[in-house]
Nanobody, 119 residues
């Protein structure tokens, strides 16, 4: 069983920044991928960014150049640095982890953290 705990959300003005954190209850070396998704009211959940065990990253076009995903293996934590925030970035942000089959496999989600961009 894997638990993911997000933190770092909040209210920020347009153009501001937030750093989201996702702490895992097990070593993140067990994770094939870790990522951030978001869901705005009335919309489907969408991919924001993913990072692999090897450090390769993928970003949604809407956040490229503004958001950065990173990982701290020693702390079993993945971060999402969000810069130049826009009102359309307002959403609940969820952390996701996909385990390697060797460790039981599975797809895990955190409880979400609210990001609100408003003046």
């Amino acid at each position: 069983q894997v638990q993911l705990v997000e933190s770092g959300g909040g209210l920020v003005q347009p153009g501001g920044s937030l750093r989201l954190s996702c702490a895992a209850s097990v070593s993140i070396f067990r994770m094939k991928t870790m990522g951030w998704y978001r869901q705005a009211p009335g919309k489907q959940r969408e991919l924001v960014a993913i990072i692999t065990t090897g450090g390769s990253t993928t970003y949604a076009d809407s956040v490229k150049g503004r958001f950065t995903i990173s990982r701290d293996n020693a702390k079993n934590t993945v971060y999402l640095q969000t810069n130049s925030l826009k009102p359309e970035d307002t959403a609940v942000y969820y952390c996701n982890a996909v385990l390697y089959r060797a460790y039981g496999g599975g797809d895990y989600w955190g409880q979400g953290t609210q990001v609100t961009v408003s003046s």
